[in-house]
């Protein structure tokens, strides 16, 4: 069964993440499924520490992003809105080189909170890092 409110093409996804963090990590949109949204992230001077794995923030950055990305395409945009109000994660695996790649499925689609499950892995499938995402689902500000 389809979560969304409005399908996206990965184009409008990419179109809408211009000049924003996501845009600055890397960050591409990958596939769009009828209850998931994929993207991947590259591993490089962008997204890693000083000893050359993976940033844990980089991977938290690229949770929240498919998630929160994914929230926002099941609601009516013109009338909700969705934001973050949690997220934790535990990492399972470094990775130091390639490309990460972040699935995010939902756990709950509700009136006022969605919650996200998403799951990172490597490009051999490993799993690197499983995260939680909650939403809150608000009123879209009206413009006066």
């Not at 962008?46 to 998630?67: F, I, N």
């Not at 990775?95 to 509700?110: D, Q, Y």
Request: hydrophobic share 40%; net charge neutral; aromatic share 4%.
């Amino acid at each position: 069964m389809a979560v969304w409110h409005q399908r996206p093409t990965v184009e409008e996804l990419h179109d809408w993440d211009r000049d924003t963090l996501a845009a600055h990590l890397g960050i591409e949109y990958l596939q769009i499924g009828d209850d998931f949204l994929r993207a991947r992230m590259p591993v490089d001077r962008r997204t890693c520490q000083p000893m050359g794995l993976l940033h844990g923030g980089a991977s938290l950055a690229l949770a929240e992003t498919v998630g929160s990305v994914a929230a926002n395409h099941c609601v009516d945009r013109a009338r909700y809105r969705c934001v973050g109000l949690e997220i934790n994660a535990n990492h399972a695996r470094s990775a130091s080189s390639g490309w990460v790649i972040g699935t995010a499925r939902p756990a709950h689609l509700g009136r006022t909170t969605q919650v996200w499950d998403i799951r990172i892995e490597d490009q051999l499938e490993r799993l690197v890092c499983v995260s939680r995402l909650t939403m809150a689902v608000v009123p879209t500000p009206q413009k006066v």
